[in-house]
């Protein structure tokens, strides 16, 4: 634990009657991609909501390097260096690629307001470096002066990743990167994380239902059933626990393949 940059303790929300997480705890390390696997309604997306601040956890606590972000304004968490794509687009579809990417980065200019409504040159040296640092890498460029509506969906996927990066932070949360994705693309997907780690000084933590990309590229999984962790460790290990392959039944081949 001492490597770890986030660390969730013994977290728990409740929805009505629903428990929605129980007691949940686990830790992202520095440079680690983080996978959490688990079937529909298994808490997946709750817990997300937890670090990111959407959801305020009914007890337990969740650390971000020395802060604690359990009860953290959502606009804090950016600062401190936590960014996060959403299992549904969420990009302005009226906006070019290039203007949704460069939203990401405007809380972190040093420019002001009236610097950016006047279109001062300063506000333009600012977007101009932000965008070299992502355009090569996401392979976006190409499409960059097109409406975010009128682009393939996979580059859509990449220009919310490509907004998520922009603000360089520490962790990267990934809900449901692959879904809607084709095969070539998922695997496209997976390269692409990789490279990521490789270039950008980020831990990842990723939810994703498509149980190959999780084990292939994860340094360790955790599993997660109705709200409680199951499992946690190497993805070899998570993918023949009792517990998960019983979680799966009918998804069970998946399970021991990966």
Do not use: W
């Amino acid at each position: 634990m001492s490597d770890a940059l986030l660390r969730v303790d013994d977290i728990g929300v409740r929805f009505g009657g629903v428990q929605a997480l129980a007691g949940v705890s686990l830790a992202v390390n520095r440079g680690e991609i983080r996978g959490v696997i688990g079937p529909n309604g298994s808490g997946k997306t709750t817990l997300f909501n937890c670090i990111s601040g959407i959801y305020r956890p009914a007890y337990g606590e969740i650390h971000f390097e020395s802060t604690c972000i359990t009860r953290l304004a959502r606009h804090r968490l950016a600062r401190l260096g936590i960014a996060r794509t959403f299992q549904n687009l969420a990009l302005f579809r009226t906006l070019t690629v290039r203007q949704n990417v460069l939203v990401g980065a405007h809380s972190f200019g040093r420019s002001g307001f009236l610097s950016n409504a006047l279109r001062l040159p300063r506000v333009r040296l600012e977007e101009m470096a932000s965008g070299r640092r992502l355009n090569v890498l996401l392979e976006i460029a190409p499409f960059a002066e097109r409406l975010t509506a009128e682009v393939p969906f996979a580059v859509a996927k990449r220009v919310e990743l490509a907004r998520a990066l922009i603000s360089e932070p520490k962790l990267l949360l990934l809900d449901e990167p692959a879904g809607g994705l084709n095969h070539a693309e998922v695997a496209g997907l997976e390269a692409l994380l990789c490279r990521i780690r490789a270039h950008f000084t980020v831990s990842i933590l990723l939810v994703e239902h498509h149980m190959n990309l999780v084990m292939r590229i994860s340094d360790r999984v955790a599993a997660l059933e109705s709200g409680r962790k199951i499992a946690d460790g190497t993805p070899h290990e998570v993918c023949r626990d009792p517990e998960v392959i019983r979680a799966y039944l009918g998804q069970t081949d998946h399970v021991l393949a990966a």
